[in-house]
């Protein structure tokens, strides 16, 4: 995902991939036909049975104190959109869907299906703690009892100045 042409080289560190994830137990093929049914009125999406942030649930990033780096989210799940941020800092979304744009400051993405950002995100300047990346899968379109049971909804990773701290 690396551009030689980036408006925005020279003000990173590093680069790194965050994916995120609806996934299901069952293959699509299986879960279409009682998504596209006469009896399924309301469109009620299939229930993910969890959410995955890099193929896992608690990935680590190792990061400088005090330095910028540039992150490629992708969310490639099928369905879910998922709310992201990272605890305790300010992200710079810097490009949409492939396209660079003006730096505008979030505290929070929403990443639907399918969809691209990318952000530079400065860490503190300390290493007296990690801190958590969050992402929390939207739960609008499915069937609020069958979410309660089947899927973990929150995930987290971190941004980690040392191994040997706690988890956040």
Avoid at 116 to 136: C, D, E
Wanted: charged share 15%; proline share 6%.
């Amino acid at each position: 995902m690396h551009d030689p042409e980036s408006p925005y080289l020279g003000q990173y560190a590093k680069e790194f991939v965050l994916s995120l994830s609806d996934w299901y137990h069952d293959q699509m093929t299986d879960l279409l036909p009682s998504f596209i049914s006469l009896y399924n009125p309301t469109g009620a999406e299939p229930v993910p049975d969890s959410a995955l942030m890099n193929d896992n649930q608690n990935g680590t990033f190792a990061v400088e104190p005090n330095t910028s780096y540039m992150f490629h989210i992708v969310n490639v799940g099928a369905f879910a959109g998922q709310y992201l941020w990272f605890e305790g800092h300010t992200m710079q979304i810097v490009e949409v869907d492939g396209v660079w744009t003006e730096a505008q400051e979030a505290e929070m993405i929403y990443v639907t299906a399918a969809q691209r950002y990318s952000v530079l995100v400065t860490t503190k300047n300390q290493t007296s703690q990690n801190f958590a990346i969050v992402g929390s899968m939207d739960q609008v379109g499915y069937s609020p009892n069958l979410m309660l049971f089947r899927v973990l909804t929150l995930l987290t990773g971190s941004v980690r100045h040392c191994p040997t701290y706690s988890q956040p």
